[in-house]
């Protein structure tokens, strides 16, 4: 049986969210007539303590239609140099006469003040930041960093994006409700399809006028989506059931950590590995990151490789306790096979 841990947006939708989706209430969200869609938008929205939600497809998608709908065609748009809007998110292509900035934050848990007062000078600058970071391990960005960065960057003129697709797990992990987090940005991307398990699915949340904004940008994008409903119902099962298991994740992601740290040739820093992410950087003499990948694959164990120099571990309701030793095992026997070749 094959152990996944490339990513949790593999996870398989609970029973409940199956039936969910059979039993959904459909209408023509295209014309906001979904009223499962619009239960859907109007609970995160309160969750998150934002005037309006809407539901998109990714994350991806989430983050594009927030930058679309609050900066302006020549703005000046920061962005963290390792985040997912800089790596994935391909939001040059959507501004092709913005000026793009990069910053560089501490393992994603701090912000520079060097950064925050050269950012921001012209009218409808962002700022943008990620919590949980994923290239920096699934890191938390601390409260009160971000309400730093918020009063900083407001006080400028400025506005504040916050690509949370892993916002619940930073929630669980430090025991602060949604809203305290998003209460420093204006505008948030959550995602439903990672830890909370549901098919796919994102919120965009903010301020009314800028969610009718992006709206009008989803439908421009060919997102309009007609009885979206049967995607919003299993998203709306993961948020009023499936978040408070995401320690679930944490205490595995932990586990592993502690067993590969223990390991000849292998870097985990332990004091990173804070929710459902653990990096780890091979030093073996003959195992590249990718032939360590490769050697897993073979052995049933699927990881993502992200460098050169790191592989990334992530755990989610599909991963056991007994998954975690017996990776451990392999890489283990792995490892040492090796270095006797």
Not at 86 to 96: G, I, M, S
Not at 316 to 332: A, F, G, L, P, Q
Request: proline share 4%; glycine share 6%.
């Amino acid at each position: 049986m094959t152990i996944d841990f490339r990513t949790d947006s593999g996870t398989q939708p609970t029973e409940e969210m199956r039936q969910a989706m059979y039993e959904a209430v459909l209408g023509d969200d295209y014309y906001g007539e979904d009223p499962t869609v619009n239960l859907l938008e109007k609970t995160a929205a309160e969750m998150l303590g934002k005037e309006a939600a809407l539901l998109t497809t990714t994350a991806t998608l989430g983050n594009q239609l927030a930058l679309l709908s609050t900066a302006a065609p020549e703005s000046d748009i920061w962005i963290e140099e390792h985040s997912h809007i800089a790596t994935h998110d391909y939001t040059t292509f959507l501004f092709p006469r913005a000026r793009f900035h990069t910053y560089l934050s501490g393992n994603g848990m701090e912000i520079k003040d060097t950064d925050l007062e050269a950012s921001c000078t012209t009218p409808n600058s962002v700022f943008c930041l990620e919590n949980t970071h994923n290239r920096h391990g699934g890191t938390i960005l601390p409260l009160s960093e971000m309400k730093k960065v918020y009063e900083q960057i407001r006080k400028k003129g400025g506005r504040v994006h916050l690509d949370g697709a892993r916002l619940f797990n930073a929630s669980v992990a430090t025991k602060i409700p949604l809203r305290e987090f998003a209460r420093y940005a204006d505008t948030v991307v959550v995602c439903l399809c990672k830890g909370l398990c549901a098919p796919t699915g994102a919120i965009l949340a903010g301020p009314e006028q800028t969610i009718k904004k992006a709206r009008n940008w989803r439908k421009r994008m060919g997102s309009g989506m007609p009885q979206a409903g049967i995607i919003a119902a299993p998203g709306y099962v993961g948020l009023k059931k499936m978040i408070p298991r995401l320690a679930e994740d944490h205490l595995l992601a932990k586990k592993l950590a502690q067993g590969l740290a223990q390991l000849p040739d292998l870097n985990v820093d332990l004091s990173l590995v804070q929710t459902n992410i653990v990096l780890v950087h091979p030093s073996h003499p003959k195992l590249s990151a990718e032939k360590i990948t490769d050697e897993l694959k073979k052995a049933g164990i699927l990881v993502l490789m992200l460098d050169s120099r790191t592989i990334r571990f992530v755990t989610d309701r599909n991963i056991h306790s007994e998954d975690i030793s017996k990776t451990v095992e392999v890489m283990n026997h792995l490892l040492n096979g090796w270095k006797t070749c």
